[in-house]
C-alpha cells in the first residue's frame, strides 16, 4: 500500500479488497466494492485541487496514484478530467470501480457482437448509460466496454479502482465505431504519484 494514504483512506481500501479476496470479482461482489470506494469518494477534505492538482491548461486529465499494491493489484487513482474530455470506447481487462467525489462523467456502455475478443474487425451494441456522480457510480468486470465524456463547466474528480494497475495493462483494447476496428490502447495520460 502507497504511503500516502491516511488511515481511514487505507481502512476502506482494504475493505474492499477484502471483498474480492472472499467472493472474486463478480457484478455482486463489485457492487460491494463499488459502496466502499463510494463511501472513500465523500470524505471530506481527501481529494481538493490543493493536494491534487487540476491539470495544466493545456491538459485535458491528471491522474494520481493514491494506493497500490506492492505486486501492481489493487490500485486506487483520483482522476481529475476538464470538461471536453472523451475516451473512446475502451475495456480495461481488469476489472474497474469509479466513484465521484465531484462532477459527473457521462459513460456509454456497450456489448461486443462480433464474437471476437481481440484486435482487429469489431462491432458494438450500444447497451446503456450511466451519469457517474457523487452517490452514483459504476462498477465494471474486466470485458466491459465503455466510453467517457465529460460535460458541463468544470473539472470533476473521480476514484478509479482497479484490480490491477492501469501501468501494467498491456492487452487493453479501444473501439474505433466508424472504422469497425478493436485496436490495442495505449495510455495517453502519465501517472503522477
Known amino acids: 500500500m502507497s504511503s500516502i494514504v491516511d488511515d481511514e483512506v487505507e481502512a476502506l481500501v482494504a475493505e474492499a479488497k477484502t471483498r474480492i479476496e472472499r467472493d472474486g470479482a463478480n457484478r455482486g461482489s463489485l457492487a460491494d466494492v463499488l459502496a466502499v ?3 472513500a469518494a465523500s470524505l471530506p477534505g481527501r481529494w481538493g485541487a490543493d493536494r491534487y492538482p487540476d491539470p495544466d491548461a493545456a491538459e ?13 493489484s489493487f490500485t486506487l487513482y483520483l482522476n481529475v478530467m476538464r470538461p471536453g474530455n ?39 451494441r450500444l447497451t446503456g448509460e450511466v451519469d457517474v456522480r457523487p452517490g452514483r457510480g459504476i462498477a465494471l468486470l474486466a470485458d466491459d466496454i465503455h466510453s467517457v465524456e465529460i460535460r458541463g463547466e468544470q473539472p470533476i474528480r473521480h476514484l478509479h479502482f482497479y484490480g490491477k494497475a492501469l501501468e501494467t495493462l498491456s492487452e487493453r483494447l479501444m ?13 495517453a495520460v502519465a501517472t503522477k504519484k
Open 37 to 39: 470506494i463510494e463511501r
Open 86 to 124: 472523451r475516451i473512446p470506447p475502451h475495456n480495461h481487462t481488469t476489472w474497474a470501480c469509479i466513484a465521484a467525489v465531484e462532477g459527473a462523467e457521462h459513460n456509454t456502455l456497450f456489448e461486443r457482437t462480433d464474437g471476437r475478443t481481440g484486435a482487429g474487425p469489431a462491432t458494438l
Open 175 to 187: 473501439f474505433d465505431l466508424d472504422a469497425g476496428e478493436a485496436k490495442p490502447m495505449k495510455m
Open 60 to 72: 485535458r486529465q491528471a491522474r494520481y496514484l493514491i494506493a497500490t499494491d506492492p505486486d501492481d
